[in-house]
């Protein structure tokens, strides 16, 4: 878990904030759509609330084992079903741990928009409902954690600096922003939707977890795609083919982050010595599941104009 900027000034400062806050009329269609997923986001129902603890156990995967990332790897998928069923715990925590990562940048984001008085009010309240639900997610993920029993200290992914950065600084209203914003709401929920329909044999706390989290993602993914719409259609063709660049960098990045974890995690989940992230990584088993999990997010992307490099 990243350490969070400062959310608002210091008390009785002189304070400038360094991130750009334009924030442009939104158009009829953008008002609308944020009208429309605030009246879906009411009443708002806590989903740490609505977990079935009790049916949490060890005994299980927590995610399907097709969708580890040594899955295929013949060192791996020799080893005992409970060596498999611990890296499956470490995994889904990595996973949960990128998701904090992510949600903790958004909250930032999210909170300074929702505050600025420029902000339309439809689209300010559309912000908190967003941000509502992403304190809620996390919060969910860190009963997950606190319930786990497991030790969670060293299962955060590597922190991506360009990533982090970029979150924090991009303009609020620009296409890259959102653009950006849509792959990190993207590239986790394709993995959650796995996980809902591949649920036989996943302990089912985590897979409530999945399909909580991906509900509320549904809304705020249709958001970001409406103004992502609305900003690259007033950009012109050269611009546009830049955007879609930096969203492929992005794409790997975010790919990296959420779905090949460090060599400290294998280690953590005190799997046998061996390059186990360096498998990971030249796992064709694993390259084709994460392309197949990714291939409706790059395909919707090139629906926008923007022609997505990969896999
Ligand atoms: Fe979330
Ligand atoms: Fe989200």
Known sequence: MPCLAPLGPPPNSRYTPRVATTHPTPTGAVVERADQ??????????????VQWERLNTHSFWLPETALSLHGVAEFDRLPLADRQRLSHYEFIHFLQ?????EGI??????????HPDTPLSTRMYHLHELREEAGHSLMFLEFF????????KTAPRRDFALTLLGRRLPFDSALFWGAILLGEEVPDRLNRYVRLHAEGVCPVAVEL??????DEARHIAYGLE????RLARMPGPKRLLV????????????????????????????????????????PVRRAFVARCLGSTVTRLRGLGLPINWP
């Open 106 to 115: 958004f909250l930032e984001r999210l909170g300074r928009a929702a505050a």
């Open 210 to 215: 999945s399909v909580l989290h991906s509900t």
């Open 146 to 153: 606190r319930r786990s029993g497991l030790d969670v200290r």
């Open 37 to 50: 997923l605030a009246r879906h986001s009411t009443p708002y129902r806590d989903p740490t609330a609505r």
């Open 227 to 230: 103004i992502l719409q609305e």
């Open 244 to 283: 879609a660049r930096a969203l492929t960098l992005l794409l790997k990045r975010f790919t990296k982050t959420f779905y090949y974890p460090p060599q400290a995690l294998y280690v953590h989940a005190a799997l046998p010595p061996g390059p186990w992230a360096e498998r990971a990584h030249g796992n």
């Open 98 to 102: 990128a998701g904090l990562w992510l």
